[in-house]
């Protein structure tokens, strides 16, 4: 049950595009679609952003958008805005018939 | 409006025991699956283990297996988390989230509660 990778950090200005990744394996995301991505404000509970790799819930911004290809998942912002600072955590379903969690990537908006 | 409430999270000593309660309002908790997930001081999530609708189906990561047990009384609409022989690398926030499906693989976590703090320490 080895965490996802994801980058520690990543910053953009706002109104600029960035790109988190996620990097698993063949037991989880390379195997399954169900990769979802979650927005942690600090002190707050996680926020259910984008599920099944590309699907934004009702209510979420057009902004956020999900991708896979092969072992890795991406969460791309675009527009950035200052209230998208934040942790952001990918997650994936694995062939254990467990879920594993990122290690999370904190949003920078300079 | 959906909520989730957590509760029963202190201070408790290294190899005790503690019981978390999960209570949830605003849809129909006997129809779908739930999670708990946790997060220690400073880092990120952490899986922890995920219940069935009916109760039938469980499972666990392998850091609690043996350990934790999850079970609900669909009856009280709660969901509840009991931590034995609980370790210092126990400590951390405990959420309890809604997944979307019944039972079985996949899904995901649509929303979540606010969490309640677990301490482990002597």
């Known amino acids: 049950q080895s965490a996802l990778t994801q980058p520690a950090s990543v910053s953009g200005s706002p109104g600029q595009s960035i790109t988190i990744s996620c990097s698993g394996s063949s037991s989880d995301i390379g195997v399954y679609n169900y990769v979802s991505w979650y927005q942690q404000h600090p002190g707050k509970a996680p926020k259910l952003m984008i599920y099944?790799?590309?699907y934004r819930p009702s209510g979420v911004s057009n902004r956020f958008s999900g991708s896979k290809s092969g072992n890795t998942a991406s969460l791309t912002i675009s527009g950035l805005q200052p209230e998208d600072e934040a942790d952001y955590f990918c997650?994936?379903?694995?062939?254990?018939?467990?879920?594993?969690f990122g290690g999370g990537t904190k949003v920078t908006v300079l | 409006q959906m909520h989730l409430v957590e509760s029963g999270g202190g201070v408790v000593q290294p190899g005790r025991s503690l019981r978390l309660s999960c209570v949830a309002s605003?849809?129909?908790?006997?129809?779908?699956?739930m999670h708990w997930v946790r997060q220690a001081p400073g880092k990120g999530l952490e899986w922890v283990a995920v219940i069935s609708n009916d109760g039938s189906y469980k499972t666990y990561a392998d850091s609690v297996k043996g350990r934790f047990t999850i079970s609900r009384d669909n009856s009280e609409n709660t969901l509840f988390l009991q931590m034995n022989s609980l370790r210092d690398e126990d400590t951390a926030v405990y959420y309890c989230a809604k997944t979307n499906i019944a039972a079985g693989g996949g899904g995901f976590l649509d929303h979540w509660g606010q969490g309640s703090l677990v301490t482990v320490s002597s």
């Open positions: 099944d790799v590309s």
């Open positions: 997650s994936s379903y694995t062939t254990s018939t467990t879920w594993v």
């Open positions: 605003g849809f129909t908790f006997r129809t779908y699956g």
